[in-house]
């Protein structure tokens, strides 16, 4: 098992910044393809963006690139989301997930899940 906790979210008024992390316990971090998903009100949960084992690999949405960053620092067993230029529609709860797959096949399948942290954007 893997354990996921996401932080890091709050309110934010259009045009800002927000960096959420998540730490993971559990099992190897490493041996994971980590990811960020999220989830609107009345909406699916859709993909944002996916880091592969080491780091050297991403993907992104095309609603967020050239806004949202994602990174991980293996030797603390975190992942981040840096997203700026933030604006209303990203307002969701963002989860945090972990894939024993490649961080290609991250945004369709999922190992691991965060609880989540709410992420309001105000316009």
């Known amino acids: 098992q893997v354990q996921l906790v996401e932080s890091g979210g709050g309110l934010v008024q259009a045009g800002g910044s927000l960096r959420l992390s998540c730490v993971a316990s559990g099992r190897t971090f490493s041996n994971y393809a980590m990811g960020w998903l999220r989830q609107a009100r009345g909406k699916e949960r859709e993909f944002v963006a996916a880091i592969s084992r080491g780091g050297g690999s991403t993907d992104y949405a095309d609603s967020v690139k050239g806004r949202f960053t994602i990174s991980r620092d293996n030797a603390k067993n975190t992942v981040y989301l840096q997203m700026n230029s933030l604006q209303a529609e990203d307002t969701a709860v963002y989860y945090c997930?972990?894939?024993?797959?490649?961080?290609?096949?991250?945004?369709?399948?999922?190992?691991?899940w965060g609880p989540g942290t709410q992420v309001t954007v105000s316009s």
């Open positions: 997930a972990a894939s024993s797959g490649s961080m290609r096949t991250l945004r369709f399948d999922q190992d691991y």
